[in-house]
């Protein structure tokens, strides 16, 4: 088949499901089949040549909508192409569209004011996840083949644990010049923090090749410079050290997230690979996440007047005030946007990565769940989730076991493990020491082999 048949197919794939799914918000029929064309045409360029590919909304791709679901960018239009799109356009992908987001990128699910609520092709009466929960969609319904996404409090790996598919999220390598909004169009900033740029895809093996074209160094700007750093890469799982937490600031998952917990566990140990329980002093845990709070107040303060400043504290405080991190104080700080008092929060959050880097360094990769449950019912107001019976904050259900990397900095990898009785996939998160990329990517490689692979959802498609 060729290519540009191959896309057409994907469009017409995308005609009778995206209607349910709310996973596009903008196609490109006419350059993507021009471009699906030339890749018929030419010799294969790699990999990606010719794969159909979505970007997530928020990613700058000259003469496309940017509007991060916030209404005063609902006329944006990118004047400019993010350097990781052009990456992946170089590599011979095919860009199909962009993909749903939540308002300003900021939620675990993925609905606002300008595009239509997303929804999960597991269940269409839950979310998908956020921010990246469009890309998410498009991916399990088997729309695309891979998306770009990003991700500063989960935002790659809730959407990947949520709809059944392997999600990375590297070292911390998001700067304001990879072409991504934030921050907003015309605001020049220097500070970067938390934030990453990563891959979800269906394989472990096109996740790697999708990290390998993106995150080439780029010497002129000083990017995605190798580190060299030693890799864990054996031939098999018993040659890796692997740690878990199970629970975190006394928060622990439900049983459907244990239960897969418990299997992999098993699963590891039974190919001989040894594996040790680790435990965060509870303590190291609320700083660690009053830190997340503060800092990403900070960040998204930064290219935003007072009066937005307010409005993004009074409904941000409501959610903290409801959860089991006393916060509110936090986010009030980093929002203030005090110099002096972002230097001593630096510093602090130095010593915190220290001490997870101490915590860490008997084992090469530690295992956690991702969110306390799977994909939940969609909830607009962010009231608590029932989880077991028990209705659980809503903060507390989608963020703690992923904000500990955003604040670390460590790169992370969401590994599909199956679904649950009720047909709802389960994900687990696997994190390395910075910059062991190659380490995490060698793994998921093993585990699929060992059957850790996507299982697509039962979406029907009727032929016309």
């Not at 709310?22 to 490109?28: I, K, P, Q, S, Y």
């Not at 409801?322 to 509110?328: E, F, G, N």
């Amino acid at each position: 088949m060729s290519y540009e048949e191959s896309i057409k197919q994907r469009f017409e794939r995308i005609a009778k499901l995206n209607p349910k799914l709310n996973a596009f918000v903008e196609l490109f029929h006419e350059s993507a089949l021009a471009t699906a064309q030339q890749c018929d045409q030419a010799e294969p360029q790699g990999p990606l040549h010719g794969l159909p590919v979505s970007i997530k909304e928020c990613y700058q791709l000259a003469g496309t909508a940017t509007t991060i679901n916030y209404p005063p960018l609902r006329n944006y239009r990118a004047d400019t192409t993010s350097p990781l799109v052009q990456r992946l356009i170089d590599a011979g992908a095919v860009i199909v569209g962009k993909t749903n987001v939540p308002a300003l990128l900021a939620d675990a699910q993925t609905f606002g004011p300008l595009y239509p609520t997303a929804n999960n092709p597991y269940d269409l009466s839950r979310t998908p996840g956020g921010s990246t929960g469009g890309g998410a969609a498009a991916l399990a319904a088997g729309l695309v083949d891979l998306e770009l996404g990003s991700d500063i409090g989960g935002s790659i790996r809730n959407p990947a644990n949520f709809c059944g598919l392997y999600g990375l999220k590297p070292t911390e390598n998001g700067n304001a010049h990879d072409g991504h909004i934030p921050p907003l169009p015309g605001h020049d900033v220097g500070i970067h923090l938390m934030n990453s740029t990563g891959p979800l895809a269906r394989s472990a093996s096109l996740l790697k090749s999708a990290y390998d074209v993106l995150y080439q160094p780029d010497w002129q700007r000083r990017f995605y410079l190798p580190i060299a750093r030693p890799q864990v890469t054996p031939e098999n799982l018993a040659g890796y050290r692997f740690g878990y937490i199970d629970s975190f600031m006394g928060l622990g998952p439900g049983h459907d997230v244990s239960h897969a917990l418990d299997k992999t566990i098993r699963d590891l140990r039974d190919k001989g690979a040894c594996v040790e329980k680790i435990t965060i002093d509870p303590q190291l845990a609320r700083q660690l996440l009053t830190l997340w709070v503060e800092l990403f107040g900070f960040v998204m303060g930064q290219t935003m007047s007072w009066p937005v400043r307010k409005l993004i504290y009074w409904q941000y405080s409501k959610l903290l005030k409801r959860s089991s991190l006393p916060a509110t104080k936090a986010l009030k700080s980093g929002l203030g946007l005090n110099l002096k008092r972002l230097s001593a929060a630096l510093k602090e959050r130095d010593e915190v990565i220290a001490e997870i880097n101490r915590l860490y360094a008997q084992v090469d990769v530690v295992l956690s769940p991702t969110a306390l449950g799977p994909a939940f019912p969609h909830n607009h107001q962010h009231e608590a989730i029932l989880l077991d019976g028990e209705a659980v904050p809503y903060v507390d259900y989608c963020f703690p076991f992923v904000m500990l990397y955003n604040l670390t900095g460590q790169p992370v990898l969401n590994v599909p493990t199956g679904l649950t009785e009720g047909g709802l996939p389960v994900g687990l998160s696997f994190a390395a020491a910075h910059h062991q990329e190659p380490t995490l990517l060698h793994l998921a490689q093993l585990l699929e082999a060992e059957g850790y692979q996507p299982i697509p959802p039962k979406l029907e498609v009727k032929r016309c």
